[in-house]
Each structure stands twice: as structure tokens, then as C-alpha cells.
């Protein structure tokens, strides 16, 4: 089995930066993709920024230019970098991993954190 922890949340001024992290634990094969997502109230989960293994990223229209994704492949984690953070901002930040394990054979896993509030005062 695998496990995420994200931390690094809190509450932060508008034009204010954060960063979250996110770790993967476990005996883990390989990771492919590492993303943020977030959720507001009232809305539904939404991809904030990807990134492969290989360094390639993608990002929400909405975060372009302000958020930075990046990963250490060999600590298994996951970072967010959040500048010009504005309100509509405000939401808990879930880390998710793609991968395989190791467990006598190699599995698959779809691995969730368990969320981070990110909040954005104006």
C-alpha cells in the first residue's frame, strides 16, 4: 500500500505565497504522476497542476503563471508552490499518485492525501 501526506497549508493574506508538499510512503516500484487538485465549497475537485515522472508539467488556466509544480523523484514528493494567491484560491489541496508497488508482485496503486485547507483572506 501507499500513502500521501501533504502539509504546508494555512491561512495567508491575498498576494501572499504558500508552498505544500506531499510525501508517498510505502514500498513503492514507481511513480508516473504526481498531481494537486482542490475542492471549494460547494464545487467539485478540480486538477490544479500535474507532472510526470519525467518532468513534464500541466497546469489549470487558472493557476498559469502563478503556481509552480515540482517533484523529487528521489524522496517521492510532490510540491506546490503558490504565489499571488487571491481567494478564489481558497479551497483543501489534495495530493494524487499514480504508480506501482511492490508487494510479491508489482501492483498498481491510485493513491489520495488527506486533504489540506489552503485558505486566502482578501
Known amino acids: 500500500q501507499v500513502q500521501l501526506v501533504e502539509s504546508g497549508g494555512g491561512l495567508v493574506q491575498a498576494g501572499g505565497s504558500l508552498r505544500l508538499s506531499c510525501a508517498a510512503s510505502?514500498?513503492?516500484?514507481?511513480?508516473?504522476?504526481m498531481d494537486w487538485y482542490r475542492q471549494a465549497p460547494g464545487k467539485q475537485r478540480e486538477l490544479v497542476a500535474g507532472?510526470?515522472?519525467?518532468?513534464?508539467?500541466n497546469y489549470a488556466d487558472s493557476v498559469k503563471g502563478r503556481f509552480t509544480i515540482s517533484r523529487d523523484n528521489n524522496k517521492n514528493t510532490v510540491y506546490l508552490q503558490m504565489n499571488s494567491l487571491n481567494p478564489e484560491d481558497t479551497a483543501v489541496y489534495y495530493c494524487n499518485a499514480q504508480g506501482s508497488y511492490a508487494r510479491g508482485s508489482i501492483y498498481k496503486f491510485d493513491a489520495w492525501g488527506q486533504g489540506t485547507q489552503v485558505t486566502v483572506s482578501s
Open positions: 510505502g514500498i513503492i516500484f514507481s511513480i508516473s504522476t
Open positions: 507532472i510526470t515522472s519525467g518532468g513534464s508539467t
